[in-house]
């Protein structure tokens, strides 16, 4: 059974950091895209940052470059998204997302096949 366990999550001050942690069991993230995703109340699931190809080859929406990284640790099996200069419209449950099929869009929710339960961030002003 694939399972994706986020944390990392919590409540920070605007302008703060915070490191979102995603560890996988039943899966290898290596040669695997990896996504990270946010939904904010009210708000459709939007694509954060992916570690979109086999090759490594990341994006990151316009909002969030400059601020974030995305990087992996394929000993612990584990992704993570280091969330720096956070702002309070970060604010939103992330979630980690992973898939190993050709072509699928990696910048989408139907990218992804695997997903975690998600963790809250909270970024107040």
């Known amino acids: 059974e694939v399972q994706l366990v986020e944390s990392g999550g919590g409540l920070v001050q605007a302008g703060g950091s915070l490191r979102l942690s995603c560890a996988a069991s039943?899966?290898?993230?290596?040669?695997?895209?990896i996504g990270w995703f946010r939904q904010a109340p009210g708000k459709d699931r939007e694509g954060v940052s992916c570690?979109?190809?086999?090759?490594?080859?990341?994006y990151y929406t316009d909002s969030v470059k400059g601020r974030f990284t995305v990087s992996s640790d394929s000993a612990k099996n584990t992704v993570y998204l280091q969330m720096n200069s956070l702002k309070p419209e970060d604010t939103a449950v992330y979630y980690c997302?992973?898939?190993?099929?050709?072509?699928?869009?990696?910048?989408?929710?139907?990218?992804?096949?695997?997903w975690g339960q998600g963790t809250q961030v909270t970024v107040s002003s």
């Open positions: 997302a992973a898939d190993q099929r050709f072509g699928t869009p990696r910048t989408l929710v139907s990218g992804y096949e695997y």
């Open positions: 039943g899966f290898t993230f290596d040669g695997s895209a």
């Open positions: 570690i979109c190809e086999r090759d490594g080859t990341s």
